[in-house]
């Protein structure tokens, strides 16, 4: 899976924007149990969102101070905000637009870039589900699509296989990105 070959999952859940059109409610597939959840109810955030500036995580005077701020977010949080990436505010602009209309596509024109191959294996790459690994997995109530844009000698198996809405080649996002 990490080298981006097809692998073997348990099942093939539907697609999130399928199901939305039959059900009041989420399927409990996709429900964490109540002994489960974090208890959270009446509690206010303790912090704000951890910011982490990726510029300092390679230099040589703050990387230390940087990397355990990257490292207790992603314990604490699961998440940050990255800022010193080195990508203009008008490309961000130009992929999440991208993005927005990718998901307001019809949903078979998005399935062509689906992330089960021949309905059978699963791929990280494409649009769709996370992989079913076991019947008892509580499933995400979103569908998704990955694309892979680096190393070079990785790119997307998808790109150009159908006619994407990304202006330029997935090299055009990595010399963004790397700047």
């Known amino acids: 899976m990490a080298d981006g070959q097809p692998s073997k999952f348990v099942e093939i859940p539907p697609i999130v924007q399928e199901l939305v059109t039959g059900v009041q409610e989420p399927p409990s597939r996709y429900i964490v149990p109540e002994q489960d959840r974090p208890d959270v109810a009446g509690s206010e955030m303790p912090e704000p969102i951890p910011i982490v500036d990726l510029s300092r995580l390679s230099s040589s005077d703050n990387s230390a101070d940087e990397n355990v701020k990257l490292s207790s977010a992603l314990e604490n949080w699961g998440l940050f905000l990255a800022v010193g990436h080195g990508m203009e505010p008008s490309f961000v602009g130009e992929v999440m637009e991208v ?15 689906s992330n089960f191959v021949d309905g059978k294996e699963f791929r990280m790459e494409g649009y769709g589900s996370d992989m079913v690994i076991s019947e008892k997995q509580i499933l995400d109530w979103c569908d998704q699509f990955y694309l892979v844009v680096e190393p070079e000698s990785r790119e997307s198996i998808l790109y150009g296989q159908h006619n994407l809405l990304l202006s330029g080649t997935p090299g055009f996002y990595q010399d963004q990105s790397a700047s």
């Open 99 to 113: 993005t927005r209309e990718f998901y307001k596509l019809p949903l078979e024109e998005k399935q062509k870039y």
